[in-house]
């Protein structure tokens, strides 16, 4: 008799146990499945909620979390790193894009060399370099014959910035090099100008040169 009642027991209490081994609440001294930052357990597993992964969904990314999704960056601790060349929140902009145009320039001067007016420069994007920009006829030698470049300047435009650099280079690849800096002055809302302070040395002269121009 007592055989035949402790035979049920056994049997349930086998049965209980190949049931809970793989459940999240423990048996036999099996640890409970904890699920952190409202996760749930499933068939002993950690179903973790959006941005949160891990064993015990204890590791957040704010990048899942909040969506973010960067253009031309990666996402690190939910906020986008830039690709070179590129800004905004979601680096969706080319850094570059404020300085493309043609500019009517003012003045141009290059201490002793005369100064020049009147003309054009044209600002596009380098078809290689997605940080570069090209500037056509600064200190050209249609205008400053003898000691001006036949190519185009460099420059690298500078990230959530009104600012560009020219880079050292010889444009010509000779000996004469030009190095400089440009900005966009935004102060009158009726008109963009341009700004360049450039050094030109040919041999042993020297030429430290400034241009104003305005964006037609």
């Known amino acids: 008799m007592i055989r035949s009642l402790l035979l049920p027991v056994i049997l349930a209490i086998i049965s209980l146990g190949s049931v809970s081994c793989g459940e999240c609440v423990g048996a036999f001294g099996k640890e ?3 699920c952190n930052n409202g996760g749930t357990c499933n068939d002993g597993e950690c179903d973790c909620l959006k941005g949160y992964s891990g064993v015990s969904c204890d590791s957040l990314d704010l990048c899942e979390l909040n969506d973010v999704v960067c ?7 939910g906020l986008c790193e830039c690709q070179s060349g590129y800004e905004g929140e979601l680096c969706e902009t080319e850094s570059r894009m404020k300085f493309l145009g043609t500019y009517r320039v003012s003045t141009e001067g290059c201490d002793p060399l005369d100064t020049i007016a009147g003309r054009e420069i044209e600002i596009k994007r380098d078809p290689f370099e997605a940080s570069k920009i090209t500037i056509s006829d600064l200190f050209s030698y249609e205008n400053f014959p003898v000691n001006g470049f036949f190519s185009l300047v460099e420059a690298s435009a500078t990230p959530n910035s009104m600012n560009f650099n020219i880079f050292g280079q010889s444009p010509d690849d000779n000996s004469k090099t030009i190095s400089g800096s440009g900005m966009l ?12 302070d450039y050094t030109v040395i040919n041999g042993n002269k020297e030429y430290t040169c400034s241009l104003n121009g305005r964006l037609l």
């Open 32 to 34: 409970k499945v904890e």
């Open 71 to 77: 253009v031309f960056g990666a996402c690190q601790d």
């Open 185 to 196: 002055d935004l102060s009158d809302t009726n008109e963009v100008r341009i700004l360049i």
